[in-house]
């Protein structure tokens, strides 16, 4: 079982940044894929970025490839989103989430946290 807190959510301005983090429980955080996944106003939840249990791979949505970094801290049992040149599409609620499968999809992750929302202005 892990348990995932996300924090770091707030009102933003257009190209500025901003870093979320998520909290995880449990002794098995390093066991995890760990996810970003974002859901904006009237839209499915889509995914933001992924990091590998070791951190050692990434992936990244095509929408924030080039602005956006995942990391982690295994020690720590926290994984990190940093968001740069932030753009109002950006808007929506930020979910951290953990798959013991890895992957993309949605349906491969296991626990999500609450999700945290951001709010980009123009």
């Known amino acids: 079982q892990v348990q995932l807190v996300e924090s770091g959510g707030g009102l933003m301005q257009a190209g500025g940044s901003l870093r979320l983090s998520c909290a995880a429980s449990?002794?098995?955080?390093?066991?995890?894929?760990m996810g970003w996944f974002r859901q904006a106003p009237g839209k499915e939840r889509e995914i933001i970025a992924t990091?590998?249990?070791?951190?050692?791979?990434?992936y990244y949505a095509y929408s924030v490839k080039g602005r956006v970094t995942i990391s982690r801290d295994n020690a720590k049992n926290t994984v990190a989103l940093q968001m740069n040149s932030l753009k109002p599409e950006d808007t929506g609620v930020y979910y951290c989430a953990a798959g013991s499968s890895g992957g993309y999809a949605q349906r491969l992750y296991d626990y999500w946290g609450q999700g945290t929302q951001v709010t980009v202005s123009s």
């Open positions: 990091i590998s249990r070791s951190g050692g791979s990434t």
């Open positions: 449990g002794r098995t955080f390093s066991s995890y894929t």
